[in-house]
């Protein structure tokens, strides 16, 4: 939890209402500090001759910090209507069967090409905490490093490709494979928006494996000026053989991630089926915090 959440919870629980008091005889000070005298004196022999309890009014109103909602049934839903849009997530449990899904996970884990990227923040390299491999006709760049083209697709990819193009609907040229070993592997906050993925980006996301929690989180209003202590946030348990389509514009006003967890977690791959334009149509104007990939 940041700085600035726990901050809140502590002003919020200091903001209760006080409990009623007698009325102090005398003058009432005028301002907005008000001094409570103890209704109980302290024991002779503390030394203490009153102890004072000082009530501050909050600068600011406190404001409440969303709950976060989970989402758990499958369906099609409409998370948010903003300037950019619609943004919708198709939930489909059970996409794979899970005698297919066991299959699919062994050999993949298996199969792929799996390897550690370095990425760069601000000069300084640092490994992902997670392995991955990249299919497609164009190279994917992202937090400064690049996975280079890679057209040979395994037929496993293939199949599962289309058989999630004739359930969306969509067609996808390109392949982001992850690879969660355990509960440490994660994958940071950020949204899927780079220009090459051009505007309003379908993607569709097939999770085999231990169950993770994916969760998004909305991007503030300007006036936040990039506090996200108050956006709404999601949770979506993402189970073996699950597909989760996020359309409209979902890249544009959601990030999301996987965190690390506490407890035990066997192995988990994403697939995330992307559509690359070789032209794209050049930087987006909204400013963004780093990518934390
Ligand atoms: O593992 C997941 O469910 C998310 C993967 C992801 O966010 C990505 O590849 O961009």
């Not at 062994?106 to 991955?132: D, F, H, I, M, V």
């Not at 089926?273 to 990518?291: D, K, N, Q, S, V």
């Amino acid at each position: 939890m940041s700085d600035k959440r726990q901050r809140a919870r502590v002003q919020g629980s200091w903001a209760k209402p006080l409990p009623k008091q007698p009325r102090p005889t005398g003058a009432i000070p005028n301002s907005s500090t008000v001094v409570i005298p103890s209704a109980n004196p302290p024991p002779a022999g503390w030394g203490v001759g009153q102890r004072m309890f000082e009530y501050q009014q909050p600068a600011k109103p406190v404001r409440d910090v969303p709950t976060e909602k989970v989402m758990e049934m499958g369906g099609d839903y409409e998370i948010s209507h903003g300037p950019s849009g619609v943004s919708r997530l198709r939930l489909i449990h059970g996409f794979l069967p899970p005698e297919e899904a066991d299959w699919a996970f062994s050999k993949l884990l298996a199969e792929l090409p799996w390897s550690q990227k370095t990425n760069y923040r601000q000069g300084e390299a640092y490994e992902e905490p997670r392995l991955t491999c990249w299919y497609g006709e164009l190279p994917y760049t992202y937090a400064h490093s690049t996975l280079e083209a890679n057209a040979q697709w395994h037929p496993l990819l293939v199949t599962l490709r289309c058989a999630v193009e004739k359930a969306s609907g969509h067609h996808f040229n390109s392949l982001m494979c992850n690879l969660y070993r355990n509960c440490k592997d994660s994958i940071g906050w950020h949204s899927d928006d780079e220009a090459a993925l051009g505007t309003r980006p379908t993607i569709a996301s097939l999770s085999l494996g231990d169950m993770r929690v994916f969760s998004l989180r909305k991007q503030p209003a300007p006036e936040e000026d990039g506090d996200y202590t108050y956006v709404e946030r999601l949770r979506i348990p993402l189970t073996h053989g699950t597909l989760l389509m996020m359309e409209g514009a979902t890249q544009d006003d959601w990030q999301h991630s996987v965190a690390k967890e506490y407890h035990d977690r066997g192995p988990r791959i994403n697939l995330t089926f992307r559509t690359m334009y070789p032209e794209h149509e050049g930087p987006r104007t909204r400013a963004r915090l780093p990518p934390q990939h």
